[in-house]
């Protein structure tokens, strides 16, 4: 059974920082693309970023720049590094594996406020 877990959301001042983290159980990240999606509340849920297979990296250009998404082979484990948070980046964030199956965490929320 596929289970991807995302944690380190939480509040954050803007200028702030995060790191997101996405466990994954069930699949291996490394043979797999893995994204990042947010849903700001009352819009519809946005690609962030991307890590493929071989480790190439794409970005919303909303975040480009700010943000960093990487993977961790031997903890079979994804991240989302967070710079210069703005209050326009408060959502719930969550972690996205496609296979034969699209498999989805439960999100995590970050909230960016002063």
């Known amino acids: 059974q596929v289970q991807l877990v995302e944690s380190g959301g939480g509040s954050v001042q803007p200028g702030g920082s995060l790191r997101l983290s996405c466990a994954a159980s069930?699949?291996?990240?490394?043979?797999?693309a893995m994204w990042w999606y947010r849903q700001a509340p009352g819009k519809e849920r946005e690609w962030v970023a991307?890590?493929?297979?071989?480790?190439?990296?794409n970005y919303a250009t909303s975040v480009k720049g700010r943000f960093t998404i990487s993977r961790d082979n031997a903890k079979n484990t994804g991240y989302l590094q967070m710079n210069s948070l703005v209050p326009e980046d408060t959502a719930v964030y969550y972690c996205?594996?496609?296979?034969?199956?699209?498999?989805w965490g439960k999100g995590t929320l970050v909230t960016v406020s002063s």
């Open positions: 069930g699949i291996i990240l490394r043979f797999n």
């Open positions: 991307r890590v493929g297979r071989d480790g190439t990296t």
């Open positions: 996205n594996v496609q296979t034969s199956a699209t498999y």
